[in-house]
């Protein structure tokens, strides 16, 4: 049906020829983060329905993200017109609700093809059923998947290890290293992993390096343990035991730090550092920030939806990933499936409609030319340290402005005067996006509207997200069995018009 490289490689290809120059990283000196959702339908014409022959399908990007960083809680705003998570994964997200927004405007007004069909109640739409949403990500998500394993024979910065040593440890690890000339270009005298015991952290996410307006990063390529049996006990405690009998002697490290109320980690040398399974927020250098890592955020999607508490209105149910591919980068399947799913597996007494998926997890071996790992080993030694870029780019399968460039949560070039002014927001602000979901209120007669928004007066962003009564009755379930620590921002920075 489609393979995790055909889906990086769509994606890749989409970024260098789909997006303009402006918000990408400035050449040799600047890297960044990609992420994207992938739309997968079979095509028109399959008349030949032979059981044994693969079903072709289309693939389509609908929506892209990039970006490294997030905004301290000192920078929030309660008018809704900031973004306070610019991470890849956050942007693609909420450029993927604005694509929703219009599919909706399309099936409920003007009657066009869309990807949604009408639901049994009124008012309410449901996903066409032969669609599905694949979501890409360049790069391990920060917080709790890139707690991964390091083995004892990972020399200074090692590359992937084909997945079928995990399978066939007699195979000789050094057979299927990558040539030592894609070794060398991965070498990276700044990188965190650049000798094996050293005590600073190793971050595929690369967070240890936050500023103030945090920042996240793809770490050089590293042994791919996707295939390895560790539990999360073992990756708790300072030893494991990978296949063959390589020893797990250190883990990579997350900088997304621990939210008030969870155990915490123990900081000790080796692989006990980081206690697994926790709920972590990204980190501000003294200014600390309320956004979730996006290991938490992909675990909420995946019990949630990616639609949010807005559109839920008009929705007979969620809105669910089928698959999250990675890119070419440090990873693990353990550590992913327990981030994502395992987590949140035992939650239960979900309204109709929701539950805790089991989410496809793939890896590329495809690596984002414009990832860290990439452009350092392009660059020349004499052309100073690498950044991250500043800027984050949001774009969606819509017909007007598709395009979303944005720098410190406002669009590229504002002004501290312009601020709180109407072209100073992100077309994928709280605002933003609230202003679009009001729209198609408005463009619908109230006689179909969905029984969530007839019983009250609603006026507020706020008031909107808590009528979505099913939504919330997940979302305090998901707390109440799995996320209780989750750190919810105040109700005053949702009363905005």
């Known amino acids: 049906m489609w393979t995790a490289d055909e889906i990086a490689r769509l994606c890749y290809e989409h970024y260098g020829s789909r997006l303009p120059k402006q918000g990408k990283p400035e ?7 990609l992420a ?15 059981p044994d022959r693969p079903v072709q399908v289309t693939k389509e990007v609908v929506s892209v993200g990039t970006g490294t960083k997030c905004i301290g809680q000192s920078k929030m705003r309660k008018s809704g017109d900031i973004l ?3 991470h890849a994964e956050v942007i693609a997200r909420r450029s993927f609700q604005r694509y929703l927004l219009h599919q909706l405007h399309l099936a409920a007004t003007l009657k066009e ?12 739409w449901k996903l066409r059923p032969d669609l599905l949403f694949v979501f890409f990500s360049s790069h391990t998500p920060c917080g709790d998947a890139s707690i991964i394993p ?10 992937p290890v084909s997945r079928d040593w995990a399978n066939n440890p007699s195979v000789e690890a050094s057979g299927n290293l990558e040539a030592p000339e894609d070794k060398r270009k991965c070498e990276d005298s700044d ?5 094996k015991m050293r005590l600073e952290p190793r971050t595929p996410d690369g967070m240890a390096h936050h500023q103030s307006f945090g920042n996240q990063e793809s770490g050089p390529n590293s042994p791919d343990v996707s295939s390895s049996n560790l539990t999360a006990e073992e990756l708790a405690t300072v030893t494991g035991m990978a296949p063959g009998g390589a020893k797990v002697v250190d883990v990579y490290r997350t900088g997304a730090k621990c939210v008030p109320g969870e155990a915490g980690d123990s900081g000790k040398p080796g692989a006990a550092y980081h206690q697994v399974g926790l709920l972590r ?6 200014d600390r920030t309320c956004s979730m890592s996006c290991s938490d955020k992909l675990a909420r999607w995946n019990v949630l939806g990616c639609q949010g508490a807005l559109l839920m209105h008009f929705l007979e149910e969620p809105i669910y990933l089928s698959a999250v591919v990675i890119g070419k980068c440090p990873y693990s399947q353990e550590a992913m499936q327990r981030a994502l799913i395992g987590r949140c597996q035992n939650v239960s007494a979900l309204p109709e409609g929701f539950g805790v998926q089991e989410v496809k997890l793939q890896q590329s071996d495809l690596l984002f030319e414009q990832s860290r790992c990439a452009v350092q080993a392009k660059k020349a030694e004499n052309q100073g340290r690498l950044v991250p870029c500043g800027a984050a780019i949001g774009w969606s399968a819509v017909p007007e402005q598709p395009l979303d460039v944005t720098a410190n949560g406002f669009p590229q070039g504002t002004t501290k005067k312009g ?9 994928i602000s709280k605002v933003e996006l609230f202003r679009s979901f009001q729209k198609l209120l408005s463009s619908i007669s109230e006689d179909k509207w969905p029984d969530s928004l007839r019983v009250q007066k609603l006026v507020t962003y706020h008031e909107y997200k808590e009528a979505a009564s099913t939504y919330q009755q997940a979302w305090s379930a998901l707390r109440k069995q799995a996320f209780g620590s989750w750190i919810r921002n105040p109700p005053d920075y949702q009363q905005f018009k």
Do not use: H, Y
């Open 27 to 33: 050449p040799n000196r600047e890297w960044t983060l």
């Open 36 to 50: 994207a959702v992938v739309k997968i339908q079979p095509t028109a014409d399959q008349a030949d329905d032979r």
């Open 84 to 86: 306070n998570d610019s």
């Open 113 to 124: 093809e869309s990807i949604f069909v009408p639901g049994t109640q009124r008012g309410l």
């Open 150 to 159: 390091m083995l004892e024979f990972e020399d200074q910065p090692c590359c």
């Open 191 to 195: 990188s965190p992993v650049t000798k």
């Open 281 to 286: 927020v990204k980190p501000g250098r003294g």
């Open 419 to 427: 601020i709180g002014r109407l072209q100073a927001r992100s077309r």
